[in-house]
């Protein structure tokens, strides 16, 4: 028996004017989810703790059965994980853009002209850089998309126990990196930073890609601007932890970052775009190849676009998304054999709210000789008269372990 948990991310909603005042979920005609609530079990869930607003990344450290916030110590470590870079513990990670400052160190432009380039020669030059007194510290830049990049920064004393360098705005020089604490590691890491984004600037402002960018009147990638520190966390892999062998089938860098940190496989979908546009044939074949061609015996899904159109307010676009999903994604779902399916959200992005809420998601779980009990819709009215009552994202994997027969008994 497999098991999947399958995240619409930010399906959960609240009523909508122009949807006579249903949700998204509950407006849209879901034939194949439907079928699977009034085949499965139903209820809601809050992926942190009530009244808690998530973010996709915390939602789904906690969804595995990670405590987010023992693990989650900022966004650094999932970002550089998710570009494939090998983290490891103790190493201190950041998000990074690729920003313009003027001759007097002034950011003009905090995403350098959104660059379309490729900036994998930039992140070659900066990687060969060392700094005067901290050469035990290793380096390592990575290109993301876009002006995206993360550091990591590895070695013996680092801290992730220190301020922001990102001013935010344009008009201001990048802000002195501080030490939040009084530790010699916060000092030491604080100074090596600042260090660092004056010496980006040395190694960019005459890098060719930029000369081509100045000549062509656009804005140079001249400097590294890193934010979102994180201390990467001692963590037991998924795997270990469950006994399974298990897969990720994401669309954005963040997830598929988690996955990794995890140990699982990232399985990738060609042609997903983490839009409302995404490849869903491709998407359900992944799944569906997934399933019944490979030993993976746990999957976590994620499928982005409905939070994307909470994001943008776009109350019909999400309905729809959401339709489309249910035609091409959940006809098919709902009829594989020999698998358990959690069909759930990481977190409401409601359209009035253009953000995350902490409003409990709707979540059903599916397959042979899972408990049936009375409601036959699913969105999140419904299923709160469902036999699951109201979970915590942390309940997921044990409960789907047990439905699979994966868990052992605690106690005679
Ligand atoms: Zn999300
Ligand atoms: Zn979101």
């Known amino acids: 028996m497999k098991g999947m948990i399958l995240v619409i991310d930010g399906l959960g909603d609240r009523p909508v004017k122009e949807l006579s005042n249903q949700t998204p979920l509950q407006k849209a005609k879901t034939p194949n ?101 901290y050469k035990d510290i290793e380096i390592i830049f990575k290109e993301s998309t876009g002006h995206r990049a993360v550091l990591v920064l590895r070695g013996d004393g680092l801290s992730d126990e220190i301020s922001d360098a990102d001013p935010k705005i344009v008009g201001k020089p990048p802000k002195t990196v501080y030490p939040t604490n009084n530790s010699h590691d916060g000092e030491k890491t604080a100074d090596l930073l600042n260090k660092i984004i004056k010496e980006s600037y040395k190694i960019l ?69 983490g839009s409302v546009d995404t490849n869903l044939d491709n998407f359900i074949d992944t799944i569906l190849n997934t399933v019944n061609n490979t030993n993976h015996d746990f999957l976590l899904v994620n499928i982005k676009g409905a939070d994307e159109s909470g994001h943008d307010g776009h109350a019909k676009e999400k309905m729809e998304f959401i339709e489309k999903i249910d035609d091409v994604v959940f006809s098919k779902v709902s009829q594989l054999q020999d698998i358990v399916t959690i069909v759930t959200a990481d977190h409401s992005t409601p359209i009035a709210v253009k953000d995350h809420s902490a409003d409990p998601v709707p979540i059903l779980i599916y397959g042979e000789s899972v408990r049936v009990d009375d409601v036959k819709r699913f969105n999140e009215i419904d299923s709160v008269k469902g036999g699951l009552l109201r979970l915590k994202g942390s309940d997921l994997m044990n409960i789907l372990m047990d439905l699979i027969d994966n868990t052992h008994k605690f106690g005679a």
Not at 235 to 261: D, P, Q, W
């Open 33 to 133: 989810l439907d079928k699977m609530a009034e085949n499965g079990i139903n209820g809601i869930m809050d992926s942190i703790a009530p009244g808690i607003r998530p973010g996709s990344d915390t939602a789904h450290i906690a969804i595995l059965g990670y405590d987010p916030y023992t693990v989650y110590t900022g966004r650094g470590p999932f970002e550089a994980s998710g570009v494939g870079l090998d983290i490891k513990a103790g190493d201190v990670a950041f998000r990074c853009n690729f920003s313009t400052v003027n001759d007097d160190f002034i950011v003009t432009d905090r995403r350098a002209g959104r660059i379309k380039e490729d900036t994998s020669s930039l992140i070659e030059k900066l990687n060969k850089m060392t700094i005067e007194g």
């Open 205 to 273: 402002k005459t890098h060719p890609l930029n000369l081509d960018r100045i000549k062509n009147n656009e804005p140079p990638a001249n400097i590294i601007i890193p934010r979102g520190v994180g201390l990467v966390p001692e963590v037991e892999e998924l795997n270990k932890k469950y006994g399974i062998n298990s897969a990720c089938i994401a669309e954005t860098g963040l997830i598929m970052g988690i996955a990794r940190f995890a140990g699982m496989d990232i399985i990738e979908v060609e042609g997903s775009t």
